[in-house]
């Protein structure tokens, strides 16, 4: 038996990966190409979530597609034309480049048809994820590769059972932007047992400062919800409307308990942030790092 796994606690080894969004805050860039393939520096946004996943242990990738999603599986496939042209160039480096992409995980592709909200995109993961935790990332929300957060929350889920979310602190005019959940402590600093959750709450009906960001460990339940789960705000099945009744009977399908993260997060489908990520990313660079950031210094001192 694999270390971490027993029989009524299996060891999780799949991770979902929603990307069939419209990305309508960033158009008209993606208006033929998915807003997860934008690079962030020099590798689509996409690639960081799957690395991420990966580096979590977890390597068996679904994704959720729809229409003009098609770059998404190129990019995790091989380019023999490519990877031949540089076999012949001698370009190791580049080639290397090229193939790591394709060598990373086991991905899979399902379409997710009309995008009817985050909540009918994970239900779409049901027949391939059948009755095992899983997790989620959204395939917009970037985690700095240097602050491990989903390693926690399996941990965190392997602790406790049930399922898992990531939170973040925001300011109080940022909640009505998130998810929100109302919390009570543990004994574990950074773990939380969440007791209720609210979509995009206005701030003076939010219950907290803790907003949901874009990690999930769930449990099989949630599909038994999803499946019932009415279109709520925007018209859209809510990922939040059914995690909070997963909070609100324990019975049902264990605890849900959060993450509290304080480490780097983008949201990629927002231009200011993903100007942000590309920036800072790029600044600490060992290749790149070193000019840009004596370019930017000079820009911002003698230009803004
Ligand atoms: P967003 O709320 O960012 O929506 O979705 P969006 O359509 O992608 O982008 P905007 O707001 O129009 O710019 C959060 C995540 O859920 C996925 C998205 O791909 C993104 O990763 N999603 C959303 C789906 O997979 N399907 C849906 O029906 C909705």
């Known amino acids: 038996m694999v270390a971490g796994m027993t029989e009524s606690h299996p060891r999780i080894s799949k991770a979902v990966i929603p990307a069939a969004g419209l990305g309508t805050r960033f158009?008209?860039?993606?208006?033929?190409?998915?807003?997860?393939?934008?690079?962030?520096?020099?590798?689509?946004?996409?690639?960081?979530v799957v690395e991420e996943a990966v580096s979590a242990g977890l390597d068996d990738v679904l994704m959720i597609t729809g229409r003009n999603k098609r770059p998404l599986e190129d990019h995790f496939d091989r380019n023999y034309e490519l990877e031949s042209a540089l076999q012949k160039k001698g370009d190791a480096g580049r080639l290397a480049k090229v193939q790591e992409s394709s060598d990373l995980a086991?991905?899979?592709?399902?379409?997710?048809?009309?995008?009817?909200?985050?909540g009918h995109a994970v239900l779409c993961a049901a027949p391939h994820v059948g009755h095992e935790p899983f997790a989620v990332l959204l395939g917009d929300d970037l985690i700095d590769p240097r602050d491990p957060l989903l390693a926690r929350m399996v941990e965190v889920q392997e602790q406790h059972g049930g399922s898992v979310i990531a939170l973040m602190e925001v300011a109080p005019e940022q909640i009505h932007l998130y998810g929100c959940a109302a919390v009570e402590t543990t004994v574990d600093s950074d773990v939380v047992k969440i007791t209720d959750l609210v979509e995009k709450p206005a701030a003076q009906d939010a219950p907290s400062n803790y907003a949901i960001i874009g990690r999930y460990v769930l449990d099989p339940h949630i599909f038994d919800i999803l499946r019932k789960t009415e279109p709520g705000r925007g018209g859209e099945i809510q990922l939040t409307d059914a995690l909070q009744q997963l909070a609100a009977d324990e019975k049902v399908g264990g605890p849900v308990h959060g993450v509290v993260f304080k480490g780097r997060r983008y949201d990629t489908g927002d231009r200011g942030d993903?100007?942000?990520?590309?920036?800072r990313l790029a600044c600490e660079r060992e290749d790149l790092g070193p000019e840009f950031r004596t370019w930017l210094r000079s820009y911002v001192t003698e230009e803004m």
């Open 274 to 279: 993903y100007l942000r990520a590309i920036v």
């Open 27 to 48: 158009l008209p860039a993606t208006k033929a190409t998915p807003k997860e393939m934008l690079p962030v520096v020099d590798k689509p946004a996409i690639q960081y």
């Open 106 to 118: 086991t991905m899979h592709y399902v379409r997710q048809g009309d995008p009817r909200g985050l």
